[in-house]
């Protein structure tokens, strides 16, 4: 090394130096070129990312300020007080066709056997049933013929009288909220054939309970379908109601049982249990309510069981009533989908068949659309449409 010459040793070194970069610069690019290869499919399935990515990052700025009030997001329902009047116009506008055609013919010029037998027609069409239509027309036959006269508003205090009394104004029709042995929850089981409003019901009834003042807890005793559990839980949190559920295929009544627990322990002044849609002709499953009832009775007793009809099915609503009153004794029949049909007469039916009042009526299936059953707004509705 010693004999090399400065001058070779400076060029050696240059040479090192620029054979080094030379070759640093070359690995950097292959570096760089597997990148590319790897970062194109990469940049390709970008799109079909993209329009996810996108719309949740364009829509964060925008739920996040909802998302703050989202989690107390409990609503106020409309007032309680006075709902049949605000819905009226719902019932008037399928049934008021009954009442127009019942002093239509009450006002024909000549009352004779073929006229009559329209009126019970009539009365019969709008699921009034056999017992209460005769009884309403011969009634209507006497009242008339002592009248002598017929004026279209004597004809329609006639009819409004006699609607009346078939609708058996003096029942209560108040939903208990008070423990019949006084201590604990008052349970409220909800019973019916499927979809037949039970789950809504269960939710409507909360909503006008909590607007009421009380507290409520509610039991998915329906655990056929994990849906129904979350149904039921969807209106709980809508409402401000705790919702006790457990999993897919669990013992309905220890659901019900652990509900009014749930309730007692919590101090609710309410249990809601929502049951499954059963046909009152499957003899297992009614077997199975009767189970539910004698478990929660295990704590206390039932307050009250409300029997859920869907007012469109006309006389085999009255078939399930009996049998659903058989199994487990039936306090009250909320009649749902009362707005989808002309045929409110089932109200005198129902109550005839079970002797229990109508409580409540669903005439739609918005949140507020349960109303307290008012006979005089009821009646009112029917023979004066939405005037009255
Ligand atoms: N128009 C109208 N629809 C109603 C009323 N009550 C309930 N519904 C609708 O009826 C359908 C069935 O209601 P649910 O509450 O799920 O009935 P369900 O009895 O719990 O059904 P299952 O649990 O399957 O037996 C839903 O679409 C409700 O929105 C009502 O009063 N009027
Ligand atoms: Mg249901």
Sequence with gaps: MNDLPVWLIVVIAVAVVAVGGALIAYFRSKAAEPVEPETRPQVETKPEAEPEVEPEAEAEPETRPEAAPAAPEVETPAPTAGRLVRLRSRLSRSNNALGKGLLALLSSDKLDED??????????????????????????????????????????????????????????????????????????????????????????????????????????????????????????????????????????????????????????????????????????????????????????????????????TGQNGLQQAKVFGEVCRITGVVLTKLDGTAKGGIVIAVQRQLGVPVKLVGLGEGPDDLAPFEVGEFVGAIVDGTEG
């Design 115 to 312: 006229v009559w037998e329209e009126v019970e027609d009539t009365l019969l069409g709008a699921d009034v049933g056999i017992t209460d239509t005769t009884r309403i027309v011969e009634r209507l036959r006497e009242r008339v013929k002592v009248l002598g006269t017929r004026s279209p508003a004597e004809l329609r205090t006639l009819l409004t009288e006699e609607l009346t009394v078939a609708l058996e104004p003096d029942f209560d029709r108040a939903l208990a909220t008070v423990s019949p042995s006084g201590e604990g929850p008052a349970t409220i089981m909800v019973v019916g054939v499927n979809g037949s409003g039970k789950t809504t019901t269960c939710g409507k009834i909360a909503r006008v309970l909590i607007a009421d003042g009380h507290t409520v807890v509610m039991g998915a005793a329906d655990t056929f379908r994990a849906a129904a559990a979350e149904q039921l839980e969807t209106w709980g949190s809508r409402v401000g109601a705790a919702v006790v559920r457990r999993g897919e295929g669990a013992d309905p009544a220890s659901v019900a049982f652990d509900a009014v627990k749930a309730g007692a322990d919590e101090g609710a002044d309410v249990v809601l249990v929502d049951t499954a849609g059963r046909l009152q002709n499957k003899t297992g499953l009614m077997d199975e309510l009767g189970k539910v009832k004698r478990v929660i009775e295990k704590q206390s007793p039932v307050a009250e069981t409300l029997l859920v009809l869907d007012a469109t």
